[in-house]
């Protein structure tokens, strides 16, 4: 089973519209909503794809009510801790072309609140497998929450995915997770290197044990203990990217469940997140692309 924290969850609003152009009044021809944040959509696009998978996060007020009324609409388990500050909203708006993200900071959750999150990440790990620590923190936030849920997880002798960026990516590879999954510019943010494979290894001389690049529809390359490795989609797939990434993340943390090679877990990671740009809303995946695509990855060690 992998379990997710989301520490800042998100009702997700996408809007579809004809051409987004600033300025200008549009015509919504669509709204959905979701409950979101990065480790939600882990979770859900695992449970899409039939994997075992348990949804940890802190919710409040109406949006958070939203979030408990989907996930459990969608039959993904999870474990949400209530919390007095009210859950954000991020809204996408996509078009023929792109898609645009609108995404609240989050409100400050009490001290005593990531203590009893902490506690209940802490407890609900019987029978995990691996733990994902997916997204944002809310602002204000102590910069070491994703590195203590790397702790709690590596005291049990569960390994840990981390997607986060800023200090907490830091604190989290010093922590030592063993994947963490930053895009260039984050990598930028956190270390002092211009060039992304020489950026990965100083964060695995930091502590992780390794770095998976994304690069959308560039692909990914992983810097890992046992290698190098880079892979490509096949071809251009067209959509939403929104949720791609975590998409790459689901396939990150089921390739060390099936203790699979970096070669294999990096081709899923690159089909996974390709088939969600297909998919309309993230946190879901285009079932018969990722069949295709998985067959077509091109992988090599460099
Ligand atoms: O925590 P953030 O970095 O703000 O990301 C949250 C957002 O990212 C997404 O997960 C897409 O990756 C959205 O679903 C939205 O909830």
């Known amino acids: 089973m992998i379990v997710t924290v989301t520490p800042n969850p998100a009702l997700d609003v996408s809007y579809r519209v004809d051409k987004l152009a600033p300025g200008t009044t549009h015509r919504v021809r669509s709204v959905r909503e979701r409950a979101g944040g990065k480790g939600f959509n882990v979770s859900r696009v695992l449970h899409e794809l039939g994997v075992a998978t348990l949804a940890i996060g802190p919710v409040g007020g109406v949006l958070g009510e939203s979030i408990r009324a989907d996930l459990l609409a969608a039959g993904i388990r999870h474990a949400l801790l209530a919390v007095d500050a009210p859950t954000r909203m991020t809204v996408a708006v996509v078009d023929e072309e792109d898609a645009t993200l609108f995404n609240e900071a989050g409100a400050a959750l009490l001290d005593t609140e990531w203590d009893r999150l902490l506690d209940l990440v802490r407890a609900r790990l019987v029978g995990a497998d691996v733990v994902v620590c997916s997204g944002s923190l809310p602002l204000g ?160 060690a460099f």
């Open 141 to 300: 936030s102590p910069r070491d929450t994703c590195a203590r849920i790397v702790g709690i997880a590596r005291d049990a002798g569960i390994p840990v995915v981390v997607d986060t960026s800023g200090p907490a990516l830091l604190a989290a590879a010093q922590a030592g997770a063993d994947v963490v999954k930053p895009n260039a510019a984050e990598l930028r943010e956190v270390v002092d290197a211009d060039d992304p494979v020489a950026g990965a290894e100083a964060l695995r001389a930091a502590g992780a044990g390794a770095v998976v690049l994304s690069s959308g529809p560039d692909g990914m390359v992983a810097v890992t203990g046992e290698g190098r490795w880079r892979a490509i989609p096949p071809f251009p797939v067209r959509g939403n990217p929104t949720g791609a990434g975590d998409a790459a993340v689901a396939a990150l943390a089921n390739g060390l469940v099936e203790q699979s090679s970096w070669p294999m877990r990096l081709r899923a990671a690159v089909a996974w997140s390709a088939a969600a740009v297909a998919a309309p809303v993230a946190g879901s995946v285009d079932l018969a692309l990722l069949h295709r695509l998985y067959e077509e990855v091109a992988v090599e």
